[in-house]
């Protein structure tokens, strides 16, 4: 469906948003081959421009001619408009990478982390889903211990930086933090408890089960990109008050066993991870150190000694760059290297 | 080995620390029998006061001769005074508990949670030990549920205040944040990183094997407390910049399928627990919530469906009241309640 050329015109839509700002950034810095870049967003920053390869792009609001001549769309402009709008844009010719969680389990639409499943992309009808944050960091490091020794079940905790909820999220923690200090009251908009100096055991809805539906995705979407649904999958999702970076404690039981050095030397050569595990001189990776970066960050690797087969690690990652826009680019750079898609 | 009396002469050894503070206001506000109360620090604090129901009590520095008269001592002042003081304080007929890690391993030493293990201290040889501060809540949570559905094994990730390390630390996190605020270069001297707007995986000194010494604390006392070699667990243990309350993500493994309105229903009937779990209202425990509070507080309570008969749960507490002065008074209350021990 994408014709292999030199340049493509592509759209970013929600461009004004924590997600869309770092798509455009992403573009630029990889040199995505861009003939022409097209943003959009909602009626409330018409009229805005944003930077692009020296240009001042203008922000337009979407209509259905829009998606006319655009051969690639990058989405991350929430569920509900991607609801509308993405079947809009496939059916006008464009390949929409959809970075909501609208299209993510529907059994015709690819979910794909190019390190664990690029070969999913061979059958897009015009949608493909960028997986969720907190998942993506996930399973790009659990895919090459799966390779060697089959991952039987998977108890996750995260830390969650604000940026995962948009760019009022890490407003509000800021001025809440700010508040605290001068001792004035804090006003709470995006959150429904303080986030400055708290951690919330909750993000996005709650479900019948008592889980989040963060927690759910972690579950579900592990089992697509992985293509396996053996794979057992329990999470607690948290936000924490940190600005950028997610973090997450994993314990990983598998059928065969594994030894630490054996995980940090596999995950060392694995595509888009970065082993940082020398905690003798104080290296683990944190999320303050990631901001901006591309690799998914693993360290605390050692074995569980509560069963047999047994590894507990520690994971962080830019939530806005491998756990959304880059990413999403990376699928992007997938199909237009394999041409006609 | 104590004397039944009406009132008793109580030191706090570490009294001008976070928890020696802490030890202070619980003996005053649980209306401890305190005939005379005495409080010991190290000499930078010599020549200060400290307030107890009223009066202003000097700190002194500990001598060979302090624990004399001495009928309880509360020791809240490091693994190495606890080593050299503690069995000075026995000898003199001073029964201890200490707040340190020092004596809890030691096979001759009660480890002791009143909920879970009252009945340790008629065993003690005058000093008794008090649990790491995540444990403590940990194993009031757990008790219950091992008493009905037997439990096989833990998985637990911690998210812990900055004033588990002390003053010191809780003084780091706010004027690192004041200065991140204020485009300031930050000072690290607690931690071996930026704590504000962070998170550690490291709390303690890291061991051979790759753990903490925190996360093998969770490991080794839970099975003296629970009195149970048979309960696997394992941690992962992580600093937040959170100044007080400590939070942990637990997953439960049981011999016995026990489902999560079963287990709300026992916490609820439990001592020293508080069940918060209306997902649906955002009740659940949070830690800005529980400074200066008693119990231990459980929610999001649901079933994990990775495994047969699974539980994942939130648990809250105050680390400086149930994590460590408030266990340690209640502690002193079981052992005057029984009389001669």
Chains 1, 2 share one sequence.
């Not at 969680?101 to 949608?127: C, F, T, Y």
């Not at 890490?170 to 006003?187: P, V």
């Not at 992985?226 to 950028?244: E, H, L, Q, Y």
């Not at 880059?326 to 750079?333: D, H, R, S, W, Y």
Request: aromatic share 6%.
């Amino acid at each position: 469906m994408l014709k292999k050329k030199d340049r493509y015109v592509v759209a970013v839509v929600g461009a004004t948003g924590a997600v869309g700002n770092e798509m455009i950034a992403v573009l630029e810095e990889r040199e995505f081959p861009v003939e022409k870049l097209r943003l959009f967003a909602s009626e409330k920053s018409e009229g805005k421009t944003l930077q692009f390869e020296g240009s001042e792009i203008p922000v337009e609001v979407l209509n259905e001619d829009s998606f006319k001549g655009i051969d690639i769309a990058l989405f991350s402009a929430g569920a509900e408009r991607s609801k509308i709008w993405a079947p809009i844009a496939a059916k006008s010719g464009c390949v929409v990478v959809d970075n909501s969680s609208q299209w993510r389990m529907e059994p015709d639409v690819p979910l794909v982390v190019p390190e664990v499943n690029a070969h999913d992309l061979k059958w897009h009808k015009g949608i493909i889903a960028n997986p969720n944050c907190s998942t993506i960091q996930m399973v790009v490091a659990l895919k090459p211990i799966h390779d060697v020794a089959k991952i039987k079940r998977v108890v996750v905790t995260t830390f969650q930086a604000v940026s995962g909820t948009g760019k009022k999220a890490m407003d509000e923690l800021l001025q809440q933090t700010a508040d605290l200090l001068n001792f004035r009251e804090i006003q709470k908009n995006v959150y429904p408890h303080q986030i400055a100096f708290n951690v919330l055991p909750h993000i996005d809805k709650f479900l019948e089960n008592g889980y989040t539906k963060e927690e759910m995705k972690m579950v579900n979407e592990t089992k697509k990109i992985m293509g396996d649904n053996s794979i057992k999958v329990t999470a607690t999702t948290v936000r924490v008050p940190v600005f950028r970076g997610h973090s997450e404690s994993i314990n990983i039981e598998t059928e065969k066993k594994i030894m630490p050095n054996e995980v940090r030397s596999i995950l060392s050569k694995s595509p888009g991870i970065v082993v940082l595990d020398a905690p003798e001189k104080n290296v683990y990776p944190l999320p303050i150190d990631v901001a901006g970066k591309d690799p998914v960050y693993v360290g605390r690797i050692r074995e569980d000694e509560s069963i047999d087969n047994g590894i507990n690690m520690w994971v962080v990652s830019d939530n806005l760059r491998k756990g959304a826009a880059l990413n999403a680019v990376q699928i992007a750079e997938e199909l237009i290297k394999t041409g006609n898609r």
